[in-house]
């Protein structure tokens, strides 16, 4: 079992970025498909993005793109998400998740372990 825990969280203005932060224990990430989801006020949990454990190749959701990137520091054993350019609409609880499976889904019941989640608030 693998535990996960999100840092790099905080409140940054519009335009600005922020890295984020996802270290894990117990287990070697590089045996997990990662990925990140996020959760703003009064909405569902929405999926970010991931990489695959079988290729270490990233997807993005499309509104994303450009903007945010997922990679992955195996001799750390940490995930990062880096968020450029970011928007109000961007802040959200970010969760970070990992699964077994070699395919990135966008189903949040189907990623077998979840981080406790960083805030980020982007202010106007």
């Known amino acids: 079992q693998v535990q996960l825990v999100e840092s790099g969280g905080g409140l940054v203005q519009a335009g600005g970025s922020l890295r984020l932060s996802c270290a894990a224990s117990g287990h070697t990430l590089s045996r997990y498909t990662v990925g990140w989801f996020r959760q703003a006020p009064g909405k569902e949990r929405e999926f970010v993005g991931g990489n695959s454990r079988s290729t270490f190749s990233t997807s993005l959701i499309d509104s994303l793109k450009g903007r945010f990137t997922i990679s992955r520091d195996i001799a750390e054993n940490k995930v990062w998400l880096q968020m450029n350019f970011l928007k109000p609409e961007d802040t959200a609880v970010y969760y970070c998740?990992?699964?077994?499976?070699?395919?990135?889904?966008?189903?949040?019941?189907?990623?077998?372990?979840w981080g406790r989640g960083t805030q980020v608030t982007v202010s106007s």
């Open positions: 998740v990992a699964r077994s499976s070699t395919v990135i889904t966008e189903i949040p019941v189907s990623w077998d372990y």
